[in-house]
């Protein structure tokens, strides 16, 4: 079992930048694919990225694609989500989550753990 902690959130300005973290307890961070997904005010959940075990392989949601980047440092046990070019759209509560499964994994109910959230609001 895992334990995670998302930190990072705040208010930004459109155009700014945030970088948020997600710390995870236990010592078998590394046998979890970790994934992002963010839930805006009265919308579902959606997913946002996904970084392998290795972190060699990653997947984002075309909406964030190119302006987000998904990282982990599994000797730190967290993994990370630099997000640049913030848009008020991305206004949400991001989650972290982590998950058993291999390939590539963005359907949330293939991920077994999830954090509280961290929110992030972008103003225009």
């Known amino acids: 079992q895992v334990q995670l902690v998302e930190s990072g959130g705040g208010l930004v300005q459109a155009g700014g930048s945030l970088r948020l973290s997600c710390a995870a307890s236990?010592?078998?961070?590394?046998?979890?694919?970790m994934g992002w997904f963010r839930q805006a005010p009265g919308k579902e959940r959606v997913f946002v990225a996904t970084?392998?075990?290795?972190?060699?392989?990653?997947s984002y949601a075309d909406s964030v694609k190119g302006r987000f980047t998904i990282s982990r440092d599994n000797a730190k046990n967290t993994v990370y989500l630099q997000m640049n070019s913030l848009k008020p759209e991305d206004t949400a509560v991001y989650h972290c989550?982590?998950?058993?499964?291999?390939?590539?994994?963005?359907?949330?109910?293939?991920?077994?753990?999830w954090g509280q959230g961290t929110q992030v609001t972008v103003s225009s």
């Open positions: 989550a982590a998950s058993t499964q291999y390939g590539l994994v963005v359907g949330q109910n293939e991920y077994n753990y």
């Open positions: 236990g010592r078998t961070f590394n046998s979890y694919r």
């Open positions: 970084i392998s075990r290795s972190g060699g392989a990653t």
